[in-house]
């Protein structure tokens, strides 16, 4: 027999499809604008291989840069295709991520370029709205930035079988196979005799049958006054043993053995590496691949 300990799962799954994007730019620096291929295309890119934002002849390239460190925006900021000193400059980005969370970035001048105060999150996917100051003018951008996000329709979903629900705290559950056996405890297993001893004249049990307490299961006549009395059940359960046959003389064999199914032991055999995992008062799963 194995047995499978189920640990409580009340975990809610939401169900949700990615398409993976990736953009095989050289450089360590890039832009990171629409989820596909196509639409990496519909923006134009700047020298560092970033998006670039205009407004007349002011204008900025935003990059993310993660060569050897967490991803963090690098911004160029341009003036009549030349660039302009950061310090120059001021800059803020608003990352609106899904579920309504808001990151937002600060800059200070850092070499040529404008460097954000944090570490820009996976996934790289969220509407971005970038402000930018430069003497008297002030410039505004916003636009989508979709990586590896694609939109499902609801026909689209009923269609494939996808359903969501909000996800929240979870107790996860572990199945652990275990080996062992089960028994009947001994105040469930009862062996039938005759009182007196004597000939077994009818026998009515059979091997396998369910019986209830009081049952008549033999009909034996005594050998001291050669009158007959009956044998009984002493408990509801089944036959699962049957040790006489008409005819026979009654002695130290019993008769019939009893045994209620509902009234087991189990004994499991836990290794050493699973003993950590199991506690008590944890469900158990009792399967027979005895045959």
Known sequence: MTFSLIGRLTAVIAAFALIAGCDDAPSSEHGHGGGEAAAEQEYERGPH?????????????ITIFE??????FHVYA?????????SDVGLEIELRRLAGK????????????LRGDGVVTEPHSFDVRVRASEGTHEHEWTYQSYEGRTIISEEAARAGGIETEIAGPATVGHLVDLAGRVEIVPEGRSEIRGQYPGRIVEMRGALGQT???GQVLARIEASHSLREYSVQAPMDGVIVAKGANAGDVTGDRPMFVVADPTRLHAELFVYPGDAERVRAGQAVEVRNFAN
Not at 67 to 72: A, I, K, M, Q, R
Not at 102 to 113: M, S, W
Request: without cysteine.
């Open 49 to 61: 291989r970033g998006r670039m934002l205009r407004n007349g002849d002011f204008a900025l390239e």
């Open 102 to 113: 808001v990151d937002r970035f600060e800059f200070a001048p850092h070499e040529d370029y």
């Open 78 to 86: 341009y003036r009549s295709e030349e660039l302009v000193a950061p």
């Open 67 to 72: 060569d050897g460190v967490d991803p963090e």
């Open 211 to 213: 019986v209830n307490k």
